[in-house]
């Protein structure tokens, strides 16, 4: 998936007025780097594309674990996830990813720029003086995964947290292999916990990747700024499937209020699908 035609704008619904504005350039319009200056604190974003019936993730069809439906990801909502990821200090992933990223399973969220489609995003980095990538920080009770050759010999740092009960010989493991350590909870990372020592790294603009149980986490510990949301106009059924967010019942309930929303009438075959985004009510 790559660059996407400026002609085949989108709708723009929310905020009025709206109308017809290009695609490309759309989240970077978002500022968000801008925002998470003017909150004074890191400002923690995420992303998921999901279907009418609550699907982000069914299972795989080779082989054991979940992955996003192809009858709902497309190239335009791919660039968009890649004008988030550029204008971020730090990728959030998990252990599970790099796995899956060793054994060639999944998208490419590490080497983005390799791709000449996305020479543009790399070049807004440039221009704002900021490295051409941002860092990794990896979720993982286990320590059970690889890190891989494009990442240790990058200038990126990797930046693994676990918990007080990991494996010491696996955490040490991972910083043999250029990895930083941080136990960040006792028994399961905290996700308030998680932030602070990505605060404390220098890290302002924090873009989780992942699935809906490390989402959960940073709900929990009251750790998020802002969501976007791409509901693709497809109905998948099935079972089992991944949803948002997937964990105990959040006491109290996370309100957010919608920041902004579009139409892209081009995707998935004429279907099209809605780009939402919302922002939580600071209490």
């Given amino acids: 998936m790559g660059r996407v035609s400026e002609k085949k704008n989108v709708i723009q619904l929310y905020p009025l007025p709206g109308g017809e504005v290009p695609l490309e350039g759309l989240y970077l319009s978002h500022d968000i780097r801008g925002a998470a200056a003017e909150a004074g604190h890191a400002y923690v974003y995420t992303n998921y594309v999901v279907s009418l019936d609550g699907r982000i993730a069914i299972p795989r069809a080779d082989r054991p674990g979940m992955t996003v439906p192809k009858a709902i990801a497309n190239e335009r909502d791919w660039r968009l996830f890649q004008e988030l990821a550029i204008q971020a200090d730090v990728i959030i992933t998990s252990g599970r990813y790099l796995r899956d990223y060793a054994s060639g399973h999944v998208q490419e969220i590490l080497t983005v720029y390799d791709d000449p489609a996305f020479t543009d995003l790399k070049q807004w980095r440039l221009d704002r003086n900021l490295p051409p990538q941002p860092d990794l920080a990896v979720i993982s009770g286990s320590l059970d995964f690889p890190i891989p050759h494009a990442l240790r010999e990058s200038d990126r740092r990797v930046l693994i947290f676990t918990t007080e009960a990991a494996d010491r010989a696996r955490a040490a493991a991972m910083r043999s292999q ?19 020592q990505l605060t404390a790294l220098g890290h302002r603009t924090i873009y989780n990747s992942t699935g809906p149980k490390v989402f959960h986490l940073l709900l929990a510990g009251g750790a998020l700024d802002r969501l976007y949301l791409t509901h693709a106009n497809r109905l ?14 959040l006491t109290p309930p996370i309100d957010m209020t919608l920041h902004s929303a579009y139409y892209d009438p081009h995707a998935l075959g004429g279907a099209g699908q809605m780009f ?3 922002l939580k009510i600071q209490n």
């Fill in 276 to 278: 939402v985004v919302y």
């Fill in 178 to 196: 250029g990895g930083e350590v941080y136990a960040v909870g006792e028994e399961k990372v905290d996700g308030a916990r998680l932030v602070d």
């Fill in 236 to 249: 998948l059924g099935g079972q089992p499937y991944s949803t948002v967010v997937e964990g105990d019942l």
